[in-house]
């Protein structure tokens, strides 16, 4: 699409196309203590992320059964909330300034991604309205039995299908499989050799496509839609999707609290969280939002190349090549040209604002986090440790914190950066990346 650039500011757009990290501070954010939330019609509320999160709890029998990675979590696919001081030195983020602390979501089992809450949880609320619909369980019911021939048997005249970069593709395929789906994953050409070799090795079939995300997307949406015994995933548009993620909200909250971390008015919890089409990070922030008010603050990381949420956010529906960027990053799940306009309608309001970062940072940021935490992360889930550096070193961040008259609760802020994946990248690539990051971090 052609777009009208006099429009934009200048300055933010001119660092923008020279692919240079910039900080934008959403002015739509707003402090009111009631926010309503309409995507595509439909209002979504706590009550929403609650039923996600039940949805997870009915389904942690049956997952315990199917995996034995979660016999010990009795079925829950959580994460751990880690304090990360050796980081916070890494990184120059002084005392004055707040707390580091990490949601160590790479280390998510059966996806090692954050996309564990999001693409499951889709699975699963599938899942649950077959076996709904065909009699074999109720909500009350142990849905252990799903595991059984019956079961099995229903699932496997379906299909579940999706488009992905490669994390999304991991934690469907996987899921559906292991329930007794068909599975297919839409790749595109940059997703990693290694994925589609787990995905394979699991049953999962694998089709290749030459262009980028959105046309694996497309391609993928096309063949589900001439079958009807094929459910598709559809990452760009899925209101499961986002509640999958909120979910995360809930169980965060009493980490919170067990850890003695206070989120008021007078100690703000600024979130950062790598972005690609935005359902992820939109879905968490929308979840906190609903238990913290206006004392959280979102803020999306994204490649210097691949800045879809910011250019959706300055421009409705423009991508990233329209202005002039290639989308080529070394972070293949933020490497997404355009938007969900569904995540863009429902952080409007609550998002705090956007950064972008280059990937030799990504590179250094994972290195230093080993280094420093012993946490082996992949380059997109090190986006979010440019946040802090953005939001308190530069001119636009500083003076975001200025007229949101933040500056002054520095001292008492958490700064919260969700790593987002990792867990099953191979050794000898997690080495490859460590090398190149040592050597950038000097
Ligand atoms: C998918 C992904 C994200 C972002 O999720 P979106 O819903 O695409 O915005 C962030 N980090 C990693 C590692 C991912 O795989």
Known sequence: MTIDTSKLPPELLADMQAAMPVFW?????????????????????????????????????????????????????????????????????????GALWIKADHSLPVAG?????????????FTESLA?????????????????????????????????????????????????????????????????ARLRARGVEVVEHTGDYAAAVAAGRR??????????????????????????????RDQIEAAGLRVDAAHPLFVYLPCGVGGAPAGIAFGLRQLYGPHVYPFFAEPTQSPCFLVEMLAPGASVYDIGLTNRTEADGLAVPQASEL???????????????????LFADLHRVRESEDLRIEPSAAAGFSGPRMLTGT??????????????????????????????????EYARFAERGAALAG
């Open 113 to 125: 991604s954050i996309k564990a809450r999001g693409g499951i949880h889709e699975v699963l609320e």
């Open 343 to 361: 995540a863009a309608q429902a952080m409007r309001p609550l998002l705090g604002g956007v950064f972008t970062v280059a990937d030799d940072t």
């Open 25 to 97: 501070g959403n002015p739509q954010w707003t402090d009111a203590a009631e926010v309503q939330t309409v995507v595509e019609g439909r209002g979504i509320s706590l009550a929403d992320v609650r039923e996600a999160q039940g949805r997870f709890e009915r389904f942690a029998p049956l997952l315990a059964r199917l995996f034995p990675e979660l016999q010990g979590s009795a079925g829950r696919i959580e994460s751990a909330l880690l304090v990360a001081p050796g980081m916070q030195r890494a990184i120059g983020l002084s005392r004055e300034q």
């Open 223 to 252: 063949e589900a839609d001439a079958d009807p015994h094929c459910y598709f995933v559809d990452d760009e548009r899925s209101m499961s999707l986002m509640l999958g993620y909120s979910a995360a909200a809930l169980h965060l």
């Open 395 to 428: 001119a636009a961040g500083r003076a975001w914190l200025r007229q949101n008259n933040l500056e002054a609760r520095m001292p008492d802020a958490t700064h919260l950066v969700w790593t987002t994946g990792g867990l099953f990248v191979p050794a000898e």
């Open 132 to 196: 709904l619909d065909n009699g074999l369980v109720t909500r009350d019911s142990d849905y252990s039995v799903l595991a059984g021939a019956p079961a099995r048997a229903l699932f496997g005249r379906y299909q579940v299908a999706v488009g992905s970069t490669g994390n999304l593709g991991l934690s469907i395929g996987v899921m559906a499989s292991a329930l007794g789906f068909r599975a297919a994953v839409h790749m595109s050409s940059d997703a990693k050799e290694w994925k589609k």
